[in-house]
Every structure is written in C-alpha cells, then in structure tokens.
C-alpha cells in the first residue's frame, strides 16, 4: 500500500464552524507533513510530525491545531478560520529522518473553501 | 537557508518532442537530495525523478531525465518524447539529508501542444 488517502476532498465552513481533515497512511512511515496549497503557487508547508511528535510548526497561527493519534493518521483540527485559509490542504508523509531519500508521498488533498 | 529556484513560469512543448525544465538551489550543505514532483490539473502531486546529491551519475526514469551540476547548484529536467499526459506544474524540491522538511520551487507550468 503506497497511499496517502485524505478525507474529506471537499470541504465548506463558515468562519464560526469546527472541522477537522483527516489523513491516513499504511507504508510505515514515521513522518508526516501537512501543506497549504494556493492556486498556482506551491506547497507551504505548515507542520511536521516525526516519531508522531511534532517537529516543525512553521508560525502557523493556533486556529489551525493539527493532532497526530498514531504513527498512522494525522488530523488537522480547524476553528474560527478565515476566508482566506481557502485553499488546498496537502498531507503527505516519508520514512522519516532514517530513511535515504525520504520523498514525501503526497494525499490527493482536501479542498477547503471558508465563507 | 535554502531556497529553490525555478525561473520558468510556464514552458510549452510540442507533443514527442523534448523540452528542458530549470531548476537552481542554494546550499551550503555537501549532503542533500533533490526532487521533481508532478502536480497535473486537480490531481495529485507525485514524484517524478530523484536524485542524491553525492552521486555524480544523472537520474534516469523512462523518458524523464536529469542534469546534475552540483557545483553550479543546477539540477534541470528533461522530458523526452513529450506526451500530452505530461501536461502539469512540475517543482523542483531539495531536502537535507537528516532532516525532514523540503524545500519547493515556484514551480513551471508545462503545456503540451498536440
């Protein structure tokens, strides 16, 4: 299984709601990645999880709050967001820092739009 | 820090012909890898092609290539026979050997003509 799966694909909140994305994977990887994708741009990165502690949180502001329950999932809590967090959100997840190339294998994404 | 470069907006390509995505980094580092990830309209991002940094011999997959300079810090893909599958955002990504996180170019947009 070289999957990364995301749920949901789409998602509409408003900027009073609580959601959460959802990533899972089963190749045995002990990192995990969420990104923030706009249009035509690439990849930010916003958080890190090693050895499902968090590692990197890159001045993320606190009304995204991710959660990583075991080595296999990885959630992204949202709360009070703001129109523009509309964008698509990437998990992704690699061997971790132990392994040669590490390429980070990547979710389709959950597309999410606040109103 | 690093950083990514990718000063190709958009490149277009004839279908079966070859066309040349560029890509530079900055580093002080000796011990590093380098990526080319594929991202086609609303589908997923995949990885296209790799390459170590301390390995001299350029990456090759099927009809996709690289030119490795490491000196010059350039790291360019070549795709070859060009097919209209290929059509994508195509990042050049650099990471550190030890550490987790990578680095993306702005990325280039490639078409590809019938």
Known sequence: DTEVTQTPKHLVMGMTNKKSLKCEQHM????MY??????KKPPELMFVYSYEKLSI?????????PECP???LLNLHLHALQPEDSALYLCASSQGP???YNEQFFGPGTRLTVL | AQTVTQSQPEMSVQEAET?????TYDTSESDYYLFWYKQPPSRQMILVIRQEA???QNATE?????NFQKAAKSFSLKISDSQLGDAAMYFCAYRSAGDNDMRFGAGTRLTVKP
């Open chain 1, 98 to 100: 132990a392994g040669v």
């Open chain 1, 34 to 39: 969420w990104y923030k994708q706009k249009a």
């Open chain 1, 70 to 72: 075991n080595s296999s």
């Open chain 1, 28 to 31: 045995g990887h002990r990192a």
């Open chain 2, 54 to 56: 301390y390995k001299q």
């Open chain 1, 57 to 65: 949180n890159e001045s993320v502001p606190s009304r995204f709050s």
């Open chain 2, 19 to 23: 066309v040349t995505l560029s890509c």
């Open chain 2, 62 to 66: 099927n009809r996709f290539s690289v």
